[in-house]
């Protein structure tokens, strides 16, 4: 092992060398240590010797060279000439006398294969450094790729924007003091400023291997690598490295784009990105900012990571009027920032005591996010119990107006700022599945969706679908779907028929059919959407299979997307343009679905698909949420705020109640509630009973009875109990209830579920 001693540089150093860079790259001299630029080339001179000559006269008679070399006189248009002090040495050299005569045949042939073989040679170096840098990106290995760029400069090695563009992203992430690996030196979105101690200043010295010096072109460096499986400590969070090794790849990472200025190499978004982050570790967020306005004055676009640095700068040094000067450069060129970016924002505005800036953030978290991360969730509970948002709000507002505001808006918020004063009281409950609060007994909205929107959004899925589909044969669809539509649901046949398994089941499919179908209001058969490669082979000719088919073709309910089509498409399209549910599993999040956008599509999501599961009995749907699953905004001025997680189940999802002390909202309880039919009403709130307290603690779960979708909520604890351990007298009443009336009005079976209710402790939600 060899050791490399690293001379730190100071700050004020590398702020200077840095700034300097970007305001007159080209001019620019500096004292730093440089990489020699001399250039070592060898010559190589081969001579051809020939081995037969024909030695023929035209008289015949052959002459024996004098000294014995073997070789017969020639015509006079040749001489010979030796070369060698020993006869075993001696090299015969024959020149053309006439050789002027005919220049280009022979050197045109000589010339064409040497520059042959030169590009043959180029390419396979250019070839060997970039395998060479995507070794050391994939391992995150900066000292290597450093190594790798010195010994292109010493063999004179030709480097592009590619070369540039990974040297450059693994210095930029040494002098974050953490490197994410990644294939191709591709940036990483991340608003995390280096914190020094987290890593050792123990240690001054880099301990690398010997052949990190010994090594002299580039191909005998990357052999090197490969055969030298090497280990790098990361986990979860990338590779940490040491304050030296920042320091280095700080100095190295702006003279590498020096010189990439200087050979005048085309630069792009993710090369200026990395010089940001690289002012990002220097602390200078001025510098990071003017990165992203050189982009936009070089007609290059920025991309919502090239502001992560800049604003990353501002919020850790809580200059709040910079960092939103950023947000608002980031809106004019059409990037919206996400919930990372808010969040970060968020933290810096409740630092500042700004509360303008957290109600302003708290709308834009509902716009894009709709649902927060716990590390968000903790900082609004952190905001709402401070002192600064107690004494903010509306004493008096107008009621008018602020309903006027909540319809325009289609409910949910108003927007009109802080209601109400006082400290705020913030709790984590549940919403029951219907739509109440379990906490203060509001009822959350069900936001609408504009119906011109949705005819957009469907026409937008439609064109994308026509440009990608071939042969016409989503046009086809259409037409088919005009004629043998409307639908009130559509099935992702593969998605169901797959389920938990590698081999298609059509008895699945045929099953959720048949379950989702006795669920509709008119019992009409569902659409499935399949690939024709389903519906054929020989699995499918299996008597049992075939007759499925048969049978929901000849209910003109199954369509067979031709080969080469993308079935998403398809029971997408359908489902967006008959407004329908759509059965699928399918989170829709790879890259076709993000065509679509992130505005209007997830809400769509929400209100339409159905997610299924199966149990020992059959199918179980987990139907749309009984509201709509964003921040909401009252018109007294509280708050509800979800909160992501991985359940599946909506009933499960933890939700921020936020509301004034003071409001008798807060004395409200809301363990027992009604079924309402003013689901989505703004000024609806469930009726509190005055037994059970609202903030008990018991866990809130569910159960679904598959025949007829009864929901039984335990009103102990505001628990939703299984048959097994409800009294059975309830549901000896709940079966003579529903079994006969189950198709019949409402109104005519409530006294009948109230007395259930009353004998079994319990409050029966149904849906039909």
């Not at 060997?128 to 760029?149: E, F, H, N, P, Q």
């Not at 052949?211 to 090197?224: G, I, P, R, W």
């Not at 109600?359 to 509902?366: F, I, M, N, T």
């Not at 018991?698 to 909520?713: F, I, L, P, Y």
Request: with cysteine.
């Amino acid at each position: 092992m060899a050791s490399i001693l690293f001379k730190p540089t100071t700050q004020f150093q590398l702020q200077l060398y840095s700034s300097t860079i970007l305001l007159n790259p080209f001019k620019f001299h500096t004292s730093l240590p440089r990489i020699s630029s001399s250039i070592h080339v060898t010559h190589v001179e081969t001579q051809t010797t020939e081995q037969e000559i024909s030695h023929t006269r035209r008289d015949g008679k052959t002459n024996s060279n004098k000294n014995g070399s073997g070789f017969s006189s020639f015509t006079p248009k040749y001489k010979k000439s030796y070369s060698g002090q020993e006869n075993g040495a001696k090299r015969v050299v024959l020149k053309d006398r006439n050789a002027k005569l005919k220049p280009k045949r022979r050197s045109s042939t000589t010339t064409t294969n040497n520059n042959k073989a030169a590009e043959s040679k180029k390419s396979k170096i250019d070839s060997t450094l970039r395998i060479g840098l995507d070794m050391c990106s994939k391992r995150g290995d900066v000292l290597s790729a450093i190594k790798l760029y010195d010994l292109a400069l010493l063999q004179g090695i030709v480097m592009g924007q590619y070369h540039y563009a990974v040297l450059l992203y693994l210095c930029a992430s040494a002098a974050t003091g953490l490197i994410h690996p990644a294939k191709s030196g591709s940036v990483n979105r991340t608003l995390n400023a280096p914190n020094e101690q987290e890593f050792s200043l123990n240690d001054k010295v880099i301990e690398h291997d010997s052949h990190l010096l010994s090594s002299s072109t580039v191909d005998e460096f990357v052999q090197f690598m490969k055969s030298s499986a090497k280990s790098v400590r990361q986990d979860d969070n990338g590779i940490k490295v040491s304050e030296d090794v920042r320091h280095y790849a700080l100095t190295r990472g702006f003279e590498i784009y020096e010189k990439m200025l200087s050979d005048e190499v085309q630069i792009n978004e993710a090369t200026l990105t990395s010089v940001a982050r690289m002012a990002m570790a220097l602390g200078n967020g001025d510098m990071a900012f003017d990165v992203v306005k050189k982009m936009k004055e070089d007609g290059i676009n920025p991309k919502l990571r090239s502001y992560a640095p800049a604003l990353s700068v501002f919020c850790n040094n809580g200059d709040v009027d910079k960092a939103f000067i950023v947000e608002q450069h980031m809106l004019e060129n059409g990037i919206y920032p996400e919930e990372l970016e808010l969040e970060a924002l968020l933290k810096v505005s409740i630092e500042a005591e700004r509360s303008e800036k957290v109600y302003y953030l708290l709308h834009k978290l509902r716009e894009g996010v709709r649902k927060v991360s716990p590390s968000t969730a903790d900082l609004i509970d952190k905001w709402f119990n401070s002192k600064v948002a107690s004494r903010v709000g509306k004493r008096k507002w107008d009621v008018r107006s602020i309903h006027k505001a909540i319809k325009n808006g289609g409910g949910g918020w108003h927007g009109q700022g802080w209601l109400g004063n006082g400290k705020w009281t913030v709790s984590r409950g549940i919403v029951g599945s219907d739509g109440c609060c379990k906490c203060c007994a509001e009822k959350l909205v069900t936001i609408d969706l504009d119906p011109e929107e949705t005819e957009k959004f469907a026409k937008s899925v439609a064109s994308i679908a026509a440009q990608r589909e071939r042969n016409s044969s989503f046009q086809k669809f259409q037409r088919w779907l005009d004629y043998y539509g409307p639908f009130e649901a559509v099935i992702d046949g593969a998605n169901v028929g797959l389920y938990s398994q590698r081999k298609f089941r059509p008895s699945k499919v045929n099953a959720v059919v048949n379950g989702i179908r006795q669920m509709l209001p008119s019992k009409k058969w569902p659409l499935i959407v399949l690939h024709n490669r389903r519906i054929t082979g020989d699995k499918m000719d299996e008597p049992f299979n075939r007759s499925l088919v048969e049978k929901w073709k000849n209910a003109d309910a199954i369509y067979a997307t031709p080969t080469g089509s993308n079935d998403d498409w398809y029971w997408l399209y359908a489902a967006i343009k008959f407004r329908c549910l759509l059965v699928t599993n399918d989170e829709m999040r790879d890259h076709l679905f993000q065509l679509l956008g992130n505005d209007f599509f997830p809400k769509w999501k929400e209100r339409h698909q159905v997610r299924f599961s199966f149990s020992e009995t059959g199918p179980v749907f987990h139907m749309p949420p009984p509201c709509s699953i964003v921040i909401q905004e009252s018109e007294e001025g509280n708050w509800h705020v979800p909160i992501a997680s991985e359940l599946e189940s909506e009933e499960e999802r933890t939700w921020l109640c936020i509301r004034r002390a003071n409001s008798p909202m807060a004395h409200q309880d809301s363990s027992r509630v009604n079924i309402s039919k003013n689901v989505g009403d703004p000024t609806h709130k469930c009726p509190p009973t005055s037994s059970d307290s609202p903030h008990n603690k018991g866990d809130a779960k569910s159960s679904t009875r598959r025949k007829n979708q009864v929901k039984v909520t335990g009103k102990t604890h505001g628990s939703h109990c299984r048959g097994k351990d409800a009294p059975e007298e309830m549901y000896r009443s709940l079966k003579n209830i529903l079994q006969p009336s189950i198709t019949s009005d409402h109104c005519s079976i409530l006294p009948e579920l109230k007395a259930a209710e009353e004998l079994g402790r319990c409050v029966v939600d149904f849906q039909i």
